[in-house]
């Protein structure tokens, strides 16, 4: 009889080892990031339509064992609940998977990994992770740069285009990109000028430092001065860089021409009355000379 309690007690020990490792287990893998490029996503403050989100766990998760099953744990749900169909998730290698949103609309969504996510050990995360982000932007299509390239929004010469615009000898103009640009401000400037029709680059040419507007885009203004009436462009390099080290990707021009001097219409019309005044005074003069 001592020897069957023994017995027992030696079972159930091992029983509680077992039901404390298995316990342990569970909840040993972690998310360990959530970012878009670079930003973790809860402090993005711009996330486009087609962003990709890059999950980063602490143990191996895309092996061929656990891939189908971890893709299905993985959703992106609007305010209503409703999993966005649009939404694709992929192995990225090793432990990371990637989240392509694929052009869903702006507003408020959930990134959820369900508690059953598991490593190839399976280990799980034992608790649903829930992260909550905000869609602003629009696809920001552009060219070049990788997944998210920089994009340039808009050249301005007051409230209109600058493109094919009649701009006075002297002004200002607008230009504007869809992110963060004052990590690379003094480079970026040097990526931007105004060229004449010859392809010679203008000189005295100033800009305002980046800021930031309503809808989260950056932009600086250009001054020039006293330029000669003429054809000119404005050329933004492929290397102007966005402070997530994203870039132009291609050179962007933009032609527009400056207004030679307008005449005096006032004056012209004074000199042409003058001149018939002086006609008519030296055919006057001549018939009084006759009559002398």
């Known amino acids: 009889m001592k020897k069957t309690s023994s017995v027992l007690s030696i079972l159930l020990a091992l029983l509680m080892l077992f039901s404390v490792t298995s316990v342990a287990a569970g909840g040993a893998l972690t998310l360990e990031s959530a970012t878009i490029g670079d930003t973790p996503i809860a402090e993005a403050t711009t996330i486009r339509t087609n962003d990709e989100i890059l999950l980063t766990f602490s143990g191996k998760v895309t092996d061929s064992s656990v891939l189908a099953f971890n893709v299905g744990k993985i959703s992106v749900r609007d305010s209503g609940g409703t999993a966005m169909s649009s939404v694709t998730v992929s192995s990225a290698g090793g432990k990371k998977f990637l989240v392509s949103l694929g052009g869903i609309e702006k507003g408020s969504y959930t990134l959820t990994i369900g508690k059953e996510f598991k490593d190839i050990d399976g280990n799980t995360l034992g608790t649903k992770v829930e992260i909550p982000f905000t869609v602003n932007k629009g696809d920001g299509t ?68 980046f800021v930031k507007d309503a809808d989260d885009n950056s932009y600086t ?28 990707g291609e050179d962007v021009t933009i032609t527009f021409t400056v207004k030679g001097a307008e005449a005096d219409n006032t004056n012209s019309f004074t000199a042409f009355i003058k001149t018939i005044v002086d006609f008519f005074k030296m055919i006057v003069n001549f018939f009084k000379s006759l009559f002398k």
Do not use: C, H, W
């Not at 600058?162 to 963060?180: C, H, K, P, Q, V």
């Open 142 to 209: 552009g060219s070049g740069g990788g997944n998210n390239p920089l994009s340039f929004v808009s050249a301005k010469a007051g409230d209109a285009d600058l493109a094919n615009a009649a701009l006075e000898a002297t002004g200002t103009i607008t230009i504007t990109f869809d992110r963060g640009m004052t990590k690379y401000q003094a480079d970026n400037f040097a990526q931007i000028g105004i060229y004449d029709a010859d392809g010679a680059k203008v000189d005295g040419v100033t800009f305002t430092d």
């Open 221 to 248: 203004v250009l001054s020039y001065s006293d330029l000669p009436a003429g054809t000119y462009t404005l050329k933004l390099g492929k290397d102007l860089k966005a402070n997530n080290d994203n870039t132009l």
